[in-house]
């Protein structure tokens, strides 16, 4: 009886999904501004285990834990996440951030330097990203 309580509740999470899904392609379908077609990236963990432990004799072995030792950055929009029948929170897609010229001429009025101060365009980048980072003077 408890058995078919708990896949009556799995039953109900899944078709609960399933049904978001199909609203998000529907409503990415028939979407024709290019709301969805914005540049994002997704990221997936890749885990490693510690099956280099070793065990001493009369010792009983534990499982292998598993933990994140990298993540994978991919670059994928929101209309081919929903091609492929992936919600976006599934892995947490986030929106890319642009760095326009308006940003750009705005550091350079804060800061009253010109590029040649800077170093050329390649300084003034780094250090306009830096600035964005939090890393950079303040």
């Known amino acids: 009886m408890a058995f078919q309580r708990i896949l ?15 609203h998000f392609q529907q409503k990415v379908s028939n979407s024709r501004d290019g709301k969805y077609d914005k540049e994002g990236i997704i990221s997936i963990p890749r885990y490693d285990t510690n099956s280099g432990y070793t065990y001493e004799p009369g010792q009983t072995p534990e ?5 994140v030792k990298r ?18 929170e599934d892995f947490n897609w986030r ?9 750009i001429a705005d550091a350079d009025r804060e800061q009253t330097l010109t590029t040649t101060e800077i170093g050329g365009f390649k300084g003034f980048m780094k250090k306009l990203l830096d600035k964005f980072k939090g890393k950079g003077e303040k």
């Open 8 to 22: 009556y509740w799995q039953k109900k999470v899944v078709e609960k999904r399933q049904k978001k899904l199909r």
């Open 63 to 67: 499982p292998p834990k598993a933990w």
């Open 95 to 103: 929106e890319k951030a642009k760095v326009s010229a308006k940003d």
């Open 71 to 88: 993540y994978y950055n991919i670059d994928v929009t929101l209309r081919e996440l929903a091609n492929a029948g992936i919600l976006p």
